[in-house]
């Protein structure tokens, strides 16, 4: 489209909404001069895989792998941007260099919420994190995980999977908040039958000093181990926009239909709010962040002309023998309809219906087999 439309766009983010965003820039016609730039010296990796197959197999080091990147854009990695000036249509980055763009796409994702600024507390967010989790399980470790949704129990599934005793903390049902009651009891179930011990808690803390860190409960009880992990949610990263007024209180960019804060301006990923049929809502989710990406694109390319984003989310996990997939907005109250299959032992459909006549699919995989993490192959190695 030479001749015609923005000659230059910069991508700021490197995970699967940049790169999905810089793909669809240049199937959608964008021939101009194309820059990503990431914060981790890493290309763009599949972030899911990093509490599932990454974490579970210790043999295998390329389950986070994705296809190469084919948009032949600049790659800047191993930078971070720190101001976005509107005016002059300039993004600036940590070692100095100011990025000019016509159209630029926001798309620097989140990070990790922490209870404390101990080593000690480990996350998992990034490739980094989880093969120091993963060197340090090849041990075997007893585990206190913190938090008790999808990612929290992920962890929790795959330091079972290592042979070490784990404690799980959540605030309330794990998994209750994301998933709903019904499907929350058969995982809980599930991970109880596998050995997880579970402890509900109001508020936790994490005291220690260094490397030394455990978990205190609401009631004064100190949960000790040798291994802490906090998954308590995460924080969007757009401290580095805040003087550009397009983040409001709460740090989530609200965007159109089509992921557009300003003709020129694109969010997409965990660090916006779309609309929905429910409201403006955050869905963090692998899927999300790809159909934003791609409505993203095509709307700075062709503005108004260009189709507005129809998402129906797409959700899945894999833990303590279970395989979900659920399409549709979560959580689910009640009891499903089950379609296919029942309770317990086969494969099941399942089926719910929102208070607004929307619908939800969930798909259930009873008994995966989980691979045991091989000890004689350590993952840091």
Not at 207 to 228: F, H, K
């Amino acid at each position: 489209m030479s001749g015609a439309g923005p000659a230059r766009v910069v991508v700021v983010g490197n995970g699967i909404a940049g790169l999905t965003a810089a793909d669809t820039l240049r199937a959608t016609g964008f021939d101009g001069e194309l820059t990503i730039v990431g914060d981790e010296p890493h290309p763009a990796y599949s972030r899911p895989a990093l509490s599932k197959a990454l974490l579970l197999d210790g043999t295998d080091t390329t389950s986070h792998e994705l296809p190469p990147a084919g948009h032949g854009a600049t790659e800047l990695l191993g930078v971070r941007a720190t101001g976005l000036n509107l005016d002059r249509r300039l993004v600036t980055l940590d070692d100095g260099t100011a990025l000019p763009y016509d159209r630029v796409v926001l798309a620097t994702g989140s990070r990790s919420r922490r209870l404390s600024a101990l080593s000690g507390e480990l996350t998992l967010r990034g490739l980094d994190d989880a093969l120091r989790l993963r060197g340090r399980l090849a041990a075997g470790p007893s585990v206190v995980v913190v938090g008790g949704g999808p990612l929290g129990m992920e962890i929790a599934s795959g330091c079972l999977a290592a042979g070490c005793r784990v404690t799980l903390v959540s605030r309330g049902r794990p998994l209750a908040g994301q998933l709903g009651p019904y499907l929350a009891d058969v995982f809980t179930a599930a991970a109880r039958e596998r050995g997880l011990i579970l402890v509900e808690s109001g508020a936790v803390r994490i005291e220690g000093s260094g490397e030394n860190a455990r978990a205190v409960l609401a009631d004064g009880t100190a949960l000790e181990a040798e291994l802490l992990v906090s998954a308590v949610g995460d924080v969007p990263n757009t401290e580095w926009l805040a003087d550009t007024g397009l983040v409001p209180e709460g740090g989530v960019i609200p965007v159109d239909a089509r992921g557009l804060v300003r003709p020129d301006v694109a969010a997409v990923g965990d660090l916006t709010a779309f609309p929905t049929p429910h409201g403006l809502r955050r869905l963090p989710l692998w899927s999300s962040a790809i159909e934003q990406a791609k409505a993203a694109a095509r709307a700075l390319v062709h503005g108004e002309d260009a189709p507005a984003l129809r998402l129906q989310p797409y959700f899945w996990t894999e833990q303590f023998g279970l395989r979900l997939k659920a399409v549709g907005f979560l959580p689910l109250v009640g009891e499903p309809v089950y379609v296919d299959g029942g309770p317990g032992g086969e494969p099941a459909l399942m089926r719910w219906t929102h208070a607004d006549g929307s619908g939800a699919a969930v798909a259930l995989d009873y008994r995966i087999p989980i691979p045991r993490l091989r000890r004689t192959a350590r993952a840091d190695s």
